[in-house]
């Protein structure tokens, strides 16, 4: 495959969506920008919802690859997250290939596995292979996603790099980021290592950077050619005076997902 040049960024006014506007045009691509809200300082961007089939039909003509990032990014009602994340997904996925577009690489989450118990120091770091034990509708979103994209590589081709996201902002605010922690620089990084790598099918990895304290493994994400440069730890003595050290009393703190797990439910509507 050709190193793709023009990509579709979906999610481009969100708070990934802006820190990657600013970081990947320095791999050399061209980004053309699609989001339900206006993107700020960007008039060409696209604005149409998920939902609308036609608009994102247009939106990934012509285009390398897709950077998904759109959809809702914490827990909702069943039916808001149906709607953005499990349907709009799927017409992304269908206008990649009625257009012909070969490579997604789709913003899985941690939520996925948010249900699996914290490791604790000393326990090996969670493999990819993890059942899938989701914390949320939200977390469940993430997980038909990266079987819609399995689905799509095995029937049509379409190859996906599902990227199970930890957290990724500026800087970690909590204990339990000090392990998910992904700085916006290796973000930019593990998404042009997902761009470019050659034969990836559908492959899931682990979003991180090098973080000291991790909790997941990233050999999948290494071998995609990722190199992280970063790790939390230099955030962890101010984070730990200000919050204390992860409390395994704490319901909290007993699972990867965090609070996802033990926030009441939204219920459908
Ligand atoms: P965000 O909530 O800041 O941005 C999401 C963007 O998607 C928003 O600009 C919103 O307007 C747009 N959007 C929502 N519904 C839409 C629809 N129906 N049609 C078109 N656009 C729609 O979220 P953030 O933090 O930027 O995350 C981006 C993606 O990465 C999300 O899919 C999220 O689930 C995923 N992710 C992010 C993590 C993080 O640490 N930031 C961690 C794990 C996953
Ligand atoms: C996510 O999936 C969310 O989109 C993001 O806002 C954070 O909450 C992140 O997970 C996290 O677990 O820190």
Known sequence: MPAPRTVLLTGAAGGLGTLMRGLLPSYGYELRLFDVAPVEGEPDAITADLGDREALRAAVRGTDAVIHLAGISLEASFDRILRANIEGTYNLYEAAREEGVRRIVFASSNHVIGHTPRPVPGDPPLPVGTTRRPDTFYGLSKSFGEDLAQLYWDKHGIETVSVRIGSCFAEPTSVRMLSL?????????????ALTAEDVGHTVV????????????????????????????????????????????????AHLGGHFVTDPPIWPR
């Open 206 to 253: 682990y979003g991180s950077s090098d973080n000291t304290r991790l909790w997941w493994d990233l050999t999948t994400a290494r071998a995609l050619g990722y190199e992280p440069r970063d790790d939390s730890e230099g955030y962890a003595a101010g984070l730990i005076a200000e919050q204390g050290e992860l409390d395994p009393a704490n319901p909290d703190h």
């Open 181 to 193: 922690w992904l700085s916006p620089a290796d973000g930019a990084r593990l998404f042009h290592a």
